[in-house]
């Protein structure tokens, strides 16, 4: 996911579109049929308030089932049985947060407004092809799903804006009945046995946890917090005993301890893993993009026989990160701001577009640390010079305010 980029073209009364609780209330399972089992599994994943939206406008056993819901997409499954035999087992992707972030911006002419984020989606559809055959150069033709982009209308009413933009102002007279929307068709993934046959690479933000948490100790959790973010941007020197770098980065990105369970566990896994985070610096090394890192799944190894396969599936953003970004923020800093490492700080705006580059970086380094390849990790010019506390106070005021 990425949300920084879709969150600064929108209006200031958003807030950070939060995945829903998941709070299912049906009774005993095995009483329901199988559809309502199905939708019930659906409400579970993705919340009640927005399953109750959905089958507003698409009838639960018409066809498409909605699976899942992440911080761009809506993801769809099209059952078997409704599929004709040329198809592949395919989701398909709606990006409803793209196009309907846009029905917040100040709207006057809808005709033009419509035209401009048609070609707003063109654009993307055309930047997509080329970053995935750069993705395909790096990381292998099969580390990328095949998918297929189109400009489609897809329908959209205020309680689904409301509960995608939970405290947002739906002003339900501008709400148009559809808006065009990009939606992909890509190869279905087995996305089940997590730890056994699959792993995601990729985790959110861990300023996020650290906002929402009202723990006792929250200053052992900055500490650590501190402790492993140096260590991931290069600031701090390894431990002598790399198990307990192990575990702070582990406390920094807790899912991470089902991929150092498994790198102990399996030594395919952790060859792959150790070639993954090679092509990863690379990358970026070369291209500077940032890859969206921050949300579960975007990357995953799933296992195949004895070996693991790369999957990326949702790498990539309109965002157009890019590690220069981060660069820039620091030598401003540095250059303007402050005469000594004390009067460092982190602005609003600059917090919001450091977020993603700086947790990419430090996944990648995070992945290369598990993986036994702490000695060549992916750097940015400058930025062990900024100690943690200026990233965690600036990017925790920054995700508090959305
Ligand atoms: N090809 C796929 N096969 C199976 N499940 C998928 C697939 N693509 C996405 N999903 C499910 O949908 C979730 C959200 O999809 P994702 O592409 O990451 O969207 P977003 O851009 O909103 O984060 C994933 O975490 C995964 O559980
Ligand atoms: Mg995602």
């Known amino acids: 996911m990425n949300k920084t980029a879709r969150e600064s073209s929108v209006s200031h009364e958003r807030t950070i579109p939060q995945d829903a609780a998941p709070t299912i209330q049906e009774s005993?399972?095995?009483?329901?049929?199988?559809?309502?089992?199905?939708?019930?599994f659906m409400r579970l994943r993705v919340g009640n308030?927005?399953?109750?939206?959905?089958?507003?406008?698409?009838?639960?056993?018409?066809?498409?089932?909605?699976?899942?819901?992440?911080?761009?997409?809506?993801?769809?499954?099209?059952?078997?049985?409704?599929?004709?035999?040329?198809?592949?087992?395919?989701?398909?992707?709606?990006?409803?947060?793209?196009?309907?972030?846009?029905?917040f911006s100040p709207m006057k002419d809808p005709v033009a407004f419509e035209l401009q984020l048609r070609q707003a989606l063109e654009e993307s559809i055309i930047q997509r092809r080329v970053k995935v055959l750069e993705l395909r150069k790096y990381f292998g033709y099969d580390a990328v799903p095949a998918q297929k982009t189109f400009i489609r209308d897809v329908p959209v009413t205020p309680e689904i804006l409301t509960s995608l933009y939970p405290g947002a102002r739906v002003d339900a007279k501008r709400v148009p009945k559809t808006m065009p929307a990009l939606v992909s068709v890509q190869r279905r993934l087995e996305l089940s046995g997590e730890g056994e046959q699959y792993v995601s690479l990729t985790e959110y933000y861990p300023e996020r946890q650290l906002v929402d948490s009202h723990a006792d100790?929250?200053?052992?959790?900055?500490?650590?917090?501190?402790?492993?973010?140096?260590?991931?941007?290069?600031?701090?020197?390894?431990?002598?005993?790399?198990?307990?770098?192990?575990?702070?980065?582990?406390?920094?990105?807790p899912e991470m301890r089902l991929i150092a369970r498994l790198v102990d566990q399996d030594p395919a896994f952790k060859k792959k893993l150790g070639d993954v985070v090679e092509r990863l610096i690379l990358y970026s090394r070369d291209t500077h993009r940032c890859l969206d890192l921050a949300g579960h799944n975007n990357m995953t190894l799933m296992k195949s026989g004895d070996s693991w396969k790369l999957k990326m599936l949702d790498v990539l953003n309109d965002a157009n990160f890019s590690f220069d970004a981060l660069d820039r923020t620091i030598v401003e800093m540095q250059e303007h701001r402050a005469s000594d490492v004390h009067g460092l700080s982190l602005q609003h705006e600059e917090a919001g577009k450091a977020l993603n580059p700086l947790n990419t970086l430090r996944v990648i380094n995070a992945l290369a640390f598990l993986s036994g390849h702490s000695e060549d990790i992916l750097k940015i010019s400058g930025i062990e010079q900024i100690p943690a506390s200026v990233w965690r106070e600036g990017i925790s005021a920054y995700v508090s305010s959305r």
């Open 28 to 40: 005993d399972p095995t009483l329901l049929d199988a559809g309502a089992q199905q939708r019930s």
């Open 49 to 103: 308030h927005l399953a109750d939206a959905i089958e507003q406008v698409l009838p639960p056993d018409s066809g498409p089932r909605l699976i899942a819901k992440g911080g761009e997409h809506l993801v769809f499954e099209v059952p078997k049985k409704d599929m004709p035999d040329t198809f592949r087992d395919i989701v398909v992707k709606v990006n409803f947060y793209r196009s309907g972030g846009a029905l």
């Open 217 to 253: 100790d929250a200053r052992e959790q900055e500490e650590a917090y501190d402790f492993a973010h140096d260590l991931l941007t290069g600031r701090r020197e390894q431990s002598e005993d790399p198990c307990k770098d192990i575990e702070s980065i582990c406390r920094l990105y």
